[in-house]
């Protein structure tokens, strides 16, 4: 079933409309901060009231980081934000925090642990009333940023150590929320040097998900489940794993580099779009058209 509603994922490390805070998310001509590309996608929503739900159970500090995006999206002109607070699994299962889905417009997950969020609302009615509204409801956008971006597919990385060589014993996979699949995502990309722990994790699945790596304040907005198109200053990087020839990420122990053979890479740059399923990417022109 293809999903109505749309995803929208963020590199980290962006501008949250705060004294002191890092650059926007932007293109070279215009300044366009994830707030404002939220809002954008909302306000084609008739009579939309710009419900937006904040679910931080990723944060070690939830309470400081409800505040800092409460005030953020507030200051960006969103009149309803909301704070669903999970510090337990029992809170996913409250029926109060469950009927707060029906209303919302974005549910917008922070960074953090990603292991921890998926822990807390993993198998939760809380996550089956999310997926539910965003298959049903074309106006519904799930967000996240850093690890709350991470924790959406059905695999993710819950810890990756970058060395000079790659070993399995640095890397390790686990279930993600599962709202998509058939992509990995990796966040802070470029900074952190990540290319290695993305390549390891789309090359160790079997179906070779294809690994959407977000440069810091670069954001993807994905469509149908499907169309992923490129917003910011920065780049992601695609890594399609279909190709693969020869690896030996099955075979070697902890302690020996991992080798693999043909992995093809893509930069998308602000405005590219990428067919997640075709595993095909659309370049714009001159003219800004694709």
């Known amino acids: 079933m293809i999903p109505k509603g749309k995803i929208f994922i963020i590199g980290g490390h962006e501008d949250k409309g705060l004294p002191g805070s890092v650059p926007d998310i932007l293109d070279r001509e215009k300044k366009l901060a994830h707030f404002e590309i939220l809002r954008k996608l909302i306000s084609d929503i008739p009579k939309a009231h710009h419900v937006i739900e904040i679910i931080a159970a990723a944060s070690e500090i939830p309470e400081e980081m409800e505040t ?50 998926t822990s807390l609302i993993s198998n939760s009615p809380l996550l089956d009333a999310i997926k539910r509204k965003y298959y049903a409801d074309k106006n519904f956008i799930i967000a996240g940023t850093s690890a709350g971006a991470m924790s959406i597919p059905a695999i993710m990385i819950s810890r990756g150590i970058i060395e000079e060589a790659l070993l399995k014993s640095d890397i390790e996979l686990h279930e993600g929320l599962g709202i998509i699949d058939g992509i990995i995502v990796d966040t802070h990309f470029v900074k952190r040097g990540r290319f290695g722990r993305l390549a390891y994790a789309v090359a160790s699945c079997e179906q070779h998900r294809t690994g959407i790596g977000l440069g810091e304040d670069t954001a993807l907005i994905i469509s149908n489940g499907n169309e992923a198109e490129c917003i910011g200053s920065g780049m992601v990087i695609i890594i399609d794993g279909s190709a693969i020839r020869a690896s030996n990420i099955h075979d070697a122990d902890e302690e020996t580099p991992i080798a693999i053979e043909n992995l093809k890479v893509n930069i998308l740059s602000h405005g590219c779009k990428y067919l997640i399923k075709e595993k095909q990417m659309m370049l714009r022109d001159s003219n800004n058209h694709l």
């Not at 953020?72 to 469950?98: C, L």
């Open 68 to 117: 800092l995006y409460k005030n953020a999206y507030q200051n960006a002109g969103f009149t309803k934000i909301g704070i669903i607070r999970v510090d337990t699994p029992e809170q996913a299962h409250d029926i109060a925090n469950v009927q707060r889905i029906a209303h919302a417009h974005s549910v917008f997950f922070t960074g953090g642990d990603q292991k921890k969020l």
